[in-house]
């Protein structure tokens, strides 16, 4: 076994008490046994990012069957498309945008819904390809330190656990910073995740002042060699000038540490909440700096077409998706297969 296949293994025991799916050596079967019961496989992410957009992506083509079953393409049934898109929450923008590239040259003629549904997945794939970059983890700041702001309820806790999850899993050393210190359950919460991932929670009780928390999260992180450092932070956006405030406070006083850190500042976007992610966009990134988004719960809502919208609006780097509440429900964003699953395609 690679060293790197070691380290991932003995990981995944840690997490789950078990090693990495892998095929089953091949045993010698007397002829006359019966066939050993399959083995559960498990869903691959492609099978799970289009399973959690069926939601949104059966809204979007049943929209375009209802429209281009025995019916030409000409303005009318353009427009009716276009009402379908920005239904779906793609924004108008992005709703023009497809019905243009869709009418190009298809003019009076009857069409395929399949061939409707290929042009809106290259057209969104389009808007994606900018925003679709990976998190780099840049390994000269040790450790890289990313602040994770967003709504309470959008996922932020949860994602934290998932990224340490992965991380570790990729034989890094993380450590957690409980700075959500306004919500008890979120101090539990990530507790829980620092036993699962076997990464250091630093935690206060609830109440406690969020900026010296993350100094002194800062402070072990470095002492126990971690690469990465993640800060919970309240989502409290009731009260902006409060909450920017206090995010405010928790970069002068890491920086007095580190005079780069953060190093990211991601967003958690919850799709489910369909156009106010984007007044959460504007607001994050003005309070708090964002450098990049985290978009979860796109298996819960018919509203997914939101991340399309918010690409194109605020060009922001797209790192991960979340579809469901495990913990490999969350993978780094492809617009390719975001935009293919979206339209439906397999
Ligand atoms: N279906 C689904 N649920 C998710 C996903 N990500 C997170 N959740 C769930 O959403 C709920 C809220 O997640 P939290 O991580 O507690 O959200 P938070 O932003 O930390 O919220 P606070 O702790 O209230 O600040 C939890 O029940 C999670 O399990 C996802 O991708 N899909």
Redesign the pocket.
Known sequence: MADDDKQRSGFLTRLFGRGPERAPEPQAVPESSAPPPPVPEKKSWWRRLRD?LSRSSSAIGQGITDIFTKRKLDAGTLEELEDVLIQADLGVDVASRITGAIGKGRFDRQIDPAEVRDVLASEVEAVLAPVARPLALDPAKKPFVILMV?????????????LAAKFGAQGRRVTLAAG?T??A??IE?LKVWGERTGAPVVAREQGADAASLAFDALKLSVENGSDVLLI?T??RLQNKAQLMDELAKVVRVIRKQDDSAPHAVLL?L??TVGQNALSQVEVFGKIAGVTGLVM?????TARGGILVAIAQRFGLPVHY?????GVD??EPFSARDFARAIAGLE
């Open positions: 959690g967003g709504v309470n309820g959008s996922g932020k806790t949860t994602t934290i656990g998932k959500d306004f919500r359950a979120a919460q919970d309240a989502g958690v919850d799709a979860t719960k796109l298996d819960g998706i979340g579809v469901g509440e429900d969350l």
